[in-house]
């Protein structure tokens, strides 16, 4: 598959992908899980990479984590601000594919 990016970030995709991702996302077999590391985010914006914390999560966006993979699936936790707006509080986890994961990206939730 391929990704264009432009200004840093895949171009046309629902959540800020940055080109960091770039080989994760482009591989010319399957996407493998292990391309991701638990800890990677994806916010709904390039606000998220941008804006400092405080004024980003008054912007009421999700956030993408990866929270873990085996060797077929990718565990990801959906992220929104709390109701004060201080903190991230998960919303909900699934277990997804890579290709279901780019999908989301792509996409949006």
């Known amino acids: 598959m391929s990704v264009a990016f432009k200004d840093g970030f895949a171009k046309g995709f629902a ?27 994806f916010y709904e914006s390039v606000d998220g ?13 999700r956030v993408i984590q990866v929270a873990g993979y085996d060797k077929t699936d990718l565990v990801i936790k959906i992220l929104k601000p709390n109701k004060k707006n201080t903190e991230l509080e998960e919303i ?16 949006g939730l």
């Open 15 to 41: 959540f800020a992908v940055p080109e960091a991702f770039a080989d994760s996302l482009t591989q010319e077999d399957k996407i493998k899980p292990e391309r991701f590391n638990p800890g990677d985010v």
């Open 49 to 61: 990479y941008k804006l400092e914390w405080g004024q980003y999560l008054k912007k009421g966006e």
């Open 92 to 107: 909900e986890s699934r277990n997804v594919s890579p290709e279901q994961l780019l999908q989301i990206l792509k996409e």
